[in-house]
């Protein structure tokens, strides 16, 4: 079974680091490009950033700067480094077998929550 799972969300303030983990079971990671998303509820969930399987990679102009993704492909996980965080940064955070468009996911896993709050 092909799956994405997600961890390394928290409750920080602002100002924080956190480095989110997008493991993958049953599969190897390194032919496809991997996205990360956020969702708040109530609001369409964005794309945050990308990493391509060149190891390219891209960012929501929200979070440039700030973000960093990474790949380990002999650990089949793709990593969201998150630094001075912000207030507008707390949302569930999903990672997904596709970059920017969240309608080419036909389903998501739990996400992880990341809690920006003093």
């Known amino acids: 079974q092909l799956q994405l799972v997600e961890s390394g969300g928290g409750l920080v303030q602002p100002g924080g680091s956190l480095r989110l983990s997008c493991a993958a079971s049953g599969f190897a990671l390194d032919r496809y490009a991997i996205g990360w998303f956020r969702q708040v509820p109530g609001k369409e969930r964005e794309g945050v950033s990308c990493?391509?399987?060149?190891?390219?990679?891209n960012y929501a102009a929200a979070v440039k700067g700030r973000f960093t993704i990474s790949r380990d492909n002999a650990k089949r996980t793709v990593y969201l480094q998150m630094n001075n965080l912000k207030v507008e940064d707390t949302a569930n955070y999903y990672c997904a077998l596709t970059c920017w468009n969240a309608f080419d996911v036909p389903s998501w896993g739990q996400g992880t929550q990341v809690t920006i709050s003093s």
């Open positions: 990493i391509r399987a060149s190891g390219s990679t």
